[in-house]
């Protein structure tokens, strides 16, 4: 199995920008396709962004599309999102998840299709 260690969560004021970091290690990273989630309390774990095995395709919630940024650098089994003009809104527990993917470039936007989950980082949007 692969392991999942998020970071880079902050307090930042509306308009600025985080980078958050999601480091793998066990099985081979490039075998898993990965993708964000976001959680605030009382509501449903949801997508924010996917990126397939290859890197080449990616896929984004309306929410994010435009500010954030996926992407995975398999030489530091490390993926990242970039996040630029956040909103209030953006305020919410993130996770990181790896999907065994059989396809080199698919990408998976359900949550059901993932099976490691990293712990989760606090991002806070304050206006």
């Known amino acids: 199995q692969v392991q999942l260690v998020g970071s880079g969560g902050g307090l930042v004021q509306a308009g600025g920008s985080l980078r958050l970091s999601c480091a793998a290690s066990?099985?081979?990273?490039?075998?898993?396709?990965m993708g964000w989630f976001r959680e605030d309390p009382g509501k449903e774990r949801e997508f924010v962004a996917a990126?397939?095995?290859?890197?080449?395709?990616?896929s984004y919630a309306d929410s994010v599309k435009g500010r954030f940024t996926i992407s995975r650098d398999v030489a530091k089994n490390t993926m990242y999102l970039q996040m630029n003009s956040l909103k209030p809104e953006d305020t919410a527990v993130y996770f990181c998840?790896?999907?065994?993917?059989?396809?080199?470039?698919?990408?998976?936007?359900?949550?059901?299709?993932?099976?490691?989950w990293g712990q989760g980082t606090q991002v806070t949007v304050s206006s």
């Open positions: 998840a790896a999907a065994t993917s059989p396809s080199y470039f698919s990408i998976y936007r359900s949550k059901t299709m993932y099976e490691y």
């Open positions: 066990g099985r081979t990273f490039s075998n898993y396709a």
């Open positions: 990126i397939s095995r290859s890197g080449e395709s990616t």
